[in-house]
């Protein structure tokens, strides 16, 4: 009896079989960021942008307790449209499973999936992180430990603006995670392309960030890269403009004593509202280019 039941879609098999890059994609994005028909509208665009770019999407989520790698069409339709899904990260992902039921999966989450699938690269907004007042409430995202841990090369905006983003790097490095900003020293803010803190370091060939990959693998060092791409110029809303919404939601969230794990979707849904649905806009925005990206990244870890 295999205690692990995990299944391929058919697209990602025939990418496996004929040593195709494979892109990986989170599921939380589509469960608990935005409202159906609009959350699949989006998926099926950051597919299509994999695509576009030479690579094969895969989706992942738990789905009556089989981990999927990669969704077909009808998969991510009822995943956009499911109600009560839970939000995965490594604590909870085997519970899940064990118990058959449904669930996305977040940064930890997919990067775990990904490594057993062997798959080096994924896509995703913006990581997980060191919470506002984690000096008391020890609110730090599982992301940045399980960059630490699981040799995935993450893509993503940088941190969610919405958490200490010096506190992230700070973890980061502890950590031992090569935080590489692509294209420029500034370490991008999520929704703005720019943040007056320096990336550690600086990369502007994919290439050479695919190289980075492997040689990591060769020194025998544990853990993933993270890839911080700034959000296109034209699509970001700069920091200025964000400062005080920030600080609302947050005001908000104490106010309604949000905590845990509703705390992240709480202040996106509160932003989305304050500004008028530009953060939405931008988030998009930013996923698409970060699947670009990757797909780059994954052709040439491929190219050997």
Partial sequence: MSYFPMTFSAEVAKARKDGTPIVALESTIITHGMPYPQNLEVAQQ??????????TPATIAVINGVLHIGLDADQLSGLAQAKGVAKLSRADMAVCIASGRTGATTVAATMIAAHLAGIAVFATGGIGGVHKGAESSFDISADLMELGLTPVT??????????????TLEVLETQGVPV????QDSFPAFWSATSPLKAPLRMDDPADIAKAHKIRAALGLPGGQLVANPIPKDAEIPAADLAPVI??????????????????????????????????????????????????????????
């Fill in 46 to 55: 950051v597919e299509a942008d994999v695509r576009a770019s030479g690579a």
């Fill in 247 to 304: 600080a609302q939601a947050h005001r908000d969230a104490n106010v309604h004593g949000i905590s845990g794990k509703a705390v992240t979707p709480y202040l996106l849904q509160r932003i989305f509202e304050l500004t008028e649905g530009r953060s939405l806009t931008a988030n998009i925005a930013v996923v698409r280019n970060n699947a670009r990206l990757a797909s780059q990244i994954a052709a040439y870890l491929n190219a050997e």
């Fill in 154 to 167: 993450v893509v993503a905006a940088g941190a969610k603006a919405i958490l200490d983003v010096a506190k």
């Fill in 180 to 183: 590489i900003a692509f294209g």
